[in-house]
């Protein structure tokens, strides 16, 4: 399935990451599990095991954005993402309700162990930034937040998308919204902007490189949850 690019400008950084990683991008934005949620037929336990996972996602992404702070490049940029890592942790109580209307006990949710694919996914991000700069950790974390946000694009341009009776609804409403989309836009955006102070297009193939495997490790998280069914 083809989709446009409705994120970040022409000729900046993002695009470019984006078409330089197109086969793992899409593999990612269109895994057979964003399908079964499109059209309302992923199995029930396939979207558990992924709600208790993305969970304990969100906390090591709340320390991965709270490494930005660490990392970032002038005071304004350390105060935008300190609001950043205080609304992931806001949404981590939104989470557990959520996980609650699925039957998820919040006890049973915090004593589940990470999945390999959660580990992976998470530490590796960390080393980026650990191991880079603000640019490369930036680059790092794109693939989950525009990523959703294309993915609820995608979802809503499908010709099989399933509105009436879809369990999945009020997810795929939650990344669609203009809320969020305004998210996924000022994550574009952000890297756009770092790509020119940060030499992006001198750093191309190594900023491609890092896109690819996160986009590579967000569909192994999709394949977790479907493994499970």
Known sequence: MTHSAPYGREGGLFRALRSGAAREWDAYCWHPFVQGLAEGTLPLAAFRRYLVQDYLFLVQFARAQALAIVKGESLEAMRAKGAVVQAILDETKLHLVYCREWGLDEAAVLAEPEAPETVGYTRWVMDQGFRGDILDLEVALAPCTVGYGEVAQRIEAHP????????YE???VQYASPDYQAVARGAAE???ALGETHGGAARIASLTRVFAEASRLEADFWQMGLNAA
Do not use: A, K, M, T
């Open 170 to 172: 009020n997810w795929i």
């Open 160 to 167: 099989g998308r399933r509105r009436e009776g879809n369990p």
């Open 190 to 192: 952000r890297l756009d």
